[in-house]
């Protein structure tokens, strides 16, 4: 059996700013293992500008981020396989895959790093009313057949959810010809950022539903119309339907990590981010097997990914040196009030050498409210909030000194409070 130092499973910016952070560190027999045609993940459908502010002070499309992470991939010769999927992990680090020209290959490696995205939410995960026509599909879906494959999917069309991928589709479709009738959030607030709100909304008179669903699907083949209702806390009120005329139907109905492979392998995952429960190292619960990118949470900017993914591969090159600290003196962060998750869910205090940095989302929008941090009764930190939203990911930086402080610190409770 071949052996490695770390195996990637997914070729995304999350594996490719892992990889390249563990080759900055030290010399390692690194594979990235891709089920696609090519490196890059969904940066390469994602053909608007909007990419790598943080990472490269500019302004990128989705395909000339990745190739810049692809490029250097190739400069440092790090060895990676496209078409191959990955069958199975297994605890001891052996992983399963499969493609074309080698078959059905096990390998093994000292490390594993989880990085396979995420996957769409579907009709029937939402359990959609209505017949099943032709014409209703994800908006990634259609976003791939229309900037990768070339194809217009529909021209008159509805979307429903407000998650970022259906309000960039919904601009993406009008600048193609189309006719965008609406957008429906069934929240009373959107769940896609502010910024695609304005400029993929509000710029092209698209107009957003809050607080309505899509009741009825009608159509026998293809789709021929929709009904839509407003609701009140979830529920239809009868008498609001309004029906309107399409040939499609886009869902941006959320996003889910991609962790069929974890599970099968036994590690454990949050039932609130839906993805592994890591330290401050990114280690899974499996000595050696790590995830960053969107299969540990769902990620609205790629430069988050890459930062994460960079601390990722920082702790597994430690890992191959044996510098990690064993998992003890471990601190559980837990959410409070109005805090939808954290990540990482455990902080090794030994393995911090001066701060550590916490992800996060809340619960509801809020207007000028604190994240307060605190142990117990001891507050370790106060910040201050003019706005928060579910859409919007947070951060949160914490000083070694300032857990250091804390005798006997076992738990962190971070909660929004007025
Ligand atoms: C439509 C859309 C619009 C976005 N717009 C913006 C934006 O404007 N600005 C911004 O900063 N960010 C944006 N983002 C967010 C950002 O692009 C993503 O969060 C980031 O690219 C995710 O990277 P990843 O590597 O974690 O996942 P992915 O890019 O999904 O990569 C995962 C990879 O793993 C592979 N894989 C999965 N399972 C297996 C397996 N079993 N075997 C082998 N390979 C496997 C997949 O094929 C894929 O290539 C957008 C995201 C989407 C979806």
Known sequence: MKK??????????????????????RKSKILILERDAELGGILLQCIHNGFGLKVFKEELTGPEYAERFINELHEKGIEYKLNSMVIKLHPNKTVEYANVDEGFITIGAKAVILTMGCYERSAGAIGLPGNRPSGVMTAGAAQKYLNIDGYLVGKNIF???????????????VLEGANVLGVAE????????????????????????LSHTVTE???????????????????????????????TLLLSVGLIPENGLSEVCGIKIDPRTKGPIVNESYQTNIDGIFACGNVLHVHDLVDFVTEESRKAGLAVSKYLDKQLAETKNMIELIPGEGVAYIV???????????????????????????????????????????????????????????????????????????
């Open 217 to 247: 699907i009608i159509g026998k083949n293809k789709i021929e119309k929709i009904k839509l209702s407003k609701v009140d806390n979830f529920i239809p009120i009868p008498g609001t339907e309004i029906e309107f005329e399409v040939d």
């Open 186 to 209: 069934i929240l009373p607030f959107s769940s896609g950022l502010k910024r695609n709100i304005v400029q993929c909304l509000e710029d092209y008179d698209i107009p957003l539903y």
């Open 159 to 173: 979307i429903l959810g407000s998650g970022d991928i259906g309000l960039i589709m919904a601009r993406r479709m």
């Open 4 to 25: 490695y130092d770390v195996i990637i499973i997914g070729g995304g910016s999350a594996g490719l700013a892992a990889a390249l952070e563990i080759n900055k560190h």
């Open 344 to 418: 990482p869910q455990h902080v090794n205090i030994d393995n911090i050498t001066d701060k550590v940095e916490f992800f996060l989302r809340v619960k509801k929008e809020y207007k000028d409210v604190n994240f307060v941090v605190r142990s117990g009764e001891n507050i370790i930190k106060t910040n201050k909030k003019r706005h928060l939203a579910p859409a919007e990911m947070e951060q949160i930086k914490l000083k070694l000194i300032d857990l250091e402080n804390i005798k006997d610190i076992k738990t962190i409770v971070i909660e929004v409070t007025k």
